[in-house]
């Protein structure tokens, strides 16, 4: 299945408003980290960028609509990296490494949206697994999944590269940090939580393969899977359900900078499309009637790609097309409240651009729009 991108230079929305009572330009998102889409309880499109003090939240002004409010600045300060998963409540949850200050205390925060466009809660500490100062500097940014009863898990990598997680208990509690064992972990993972309200975890080491756990049950432990002999790019893993209690896994291959997918238990497949600079976006929509799953990456050079497929039918055909995008960091994908595509991307002066799926057959998207 193709997949096409009209590029135009209409704008929607007011570019750089700032927070309520403030007359400033907002600051730079990470370009790194790039943007988060997601789709609240009200059917309204929400997108979130972390910057040096704080997070930049757009908000749709109606479901499906053109038009955007934002950027809002919401107070953050000393984050140094940014997690977002939504529950299947729409509640959207964050979970930032924070640091005191240059050399200082690092602690893991957490905090919640629970309506489009409405304050967050405040930003709580979830600790950190290290009482030493020094090794609790080198833990890294955390991941997080929200299961189906709305608990939130969030895992890290420890000095030493061990695994960590803390589950947060059903009375609102938080349990103490657990240890899943895991050695010689890179801190790039992907934490993936299914429609059942089960959580996958897949952690890439440094020996050329990816640690894996899965949980038996909803909001049970983490079980240790058998390894896979996988060798992610750093920063570009991305996992997907693509089936139930199914999950599979995209990213870059570093030796030759093509896409790879795999899902536990079959064969690598090689998907082309390289070479990617940073997450790859994955996505599952029906498309003309069928299920399908739609991928999109940034290259080196700042050019956006999208590419289509049966979902978990990637070996019987994917074709990327150049979207006539750019993008300062990567992109991300979602459905908007008329279940049609929408992709985001960052611009080079640090705005939001927004492409929708037309009303054409297949996978077109529309010219993108500054927000």
């Known amino acids: 299945m193709g997949a096409r991108s009209g590029r135009g230079a209409m704008r929607a929305g007011r570019p750089g408003a700032a927070a309520p009572g403030e007359d400033v ?22 997108a979130i960028a972390r910057t040096t003090n704080g997070l930049l939240r757009w908000a749709q002004r109606r479901p499906g609509g053109p038009e955007w409010e934002g950027p809002e600045l919401i107070a953050a300060p000393r984050l140094t990296g940014l997690s977002v998963a939504q529950g299947a409540d729409g509640f959207v949850h964050f979970a930032g490494r924070r640091v005191s200050e240059p050399g200082g205390t690092v602690v893991v925060v957490q905090a919640v949206q629970y309506q489009t466009g409405r304050p967050l809660t405040q930003w709580r500490s979830t600790g950190n697994p290290h009482k030493d100062p020094e090794r609790a500097r080198s833990v890294t940014d955390p991941g997080i999944a929200v299961s189906a009863a709305g608990l939130v898990h969030v895992f890290l990598v420890r000095a030493g590269g061990g695994v960590m997680m803390r589950q947060e208990a059903a009375n609102g509690q938080w349990r103490s940090w657990h240890a899943l064992k895991g050695q010689l972990a890179r801190g790039d993972l992907a934490a993936v939580a299914t429609a059942s309200g089960r959580i996958e975890l897949l952690v890439p080491d440094t020996r050329g393969r990816a640690m894996r756990w899965q949980q038996d049950e909803a909001d049970g432990e983490m079980v240790r899977c058998p390894n896979i002999p996988i060798a992610p790019g750093a920063g570009t893993l991305a996992g997907l359900e693509t089936a139930a209690d199914r999950v599979t896994y ?28 940073g997450r790859i976006a994955a996505l599952r929509v029906p498309l003309d009637g069928y299920d399908c799953t739609v991928l999109a990456h940034r290259t080196p050079g700042g050019d956006v790609l999208l590419a289509a497929c049966a979902t978990e039918n990637e070996a019987g055909g994917l074709w990327w097309a150049p979207t006539g995008e750019r993008s300062a960091g990567p992109p991300v994908l979602a459905r908007d409240a008329y279940g049609r595509v929408v992709m985001a991307t960052l611009g080079d002066e640090g705005g939001l651009r927004i492409a929708v799926q037309s009303g054409e057959p297949g996978l077109v998207m529309g010219p993108s729009l500054r927000v």
């Open 25 to 46: 330009t907002p600051p730079r998102p990470s370009a790194a980290e790039g943007v988060r889409l997601l789709l609240g309880r009200d059917h309204r499109l929400t």
């Open 250 to 277: 995209y990213w870059a291959d570093p030796a030759t900078g093509g896409v790879l997918a795999h899902r536990p238990g079959e064969w690598v497949i090689p998907l082309g499309g390289g070479p990617v600079d």
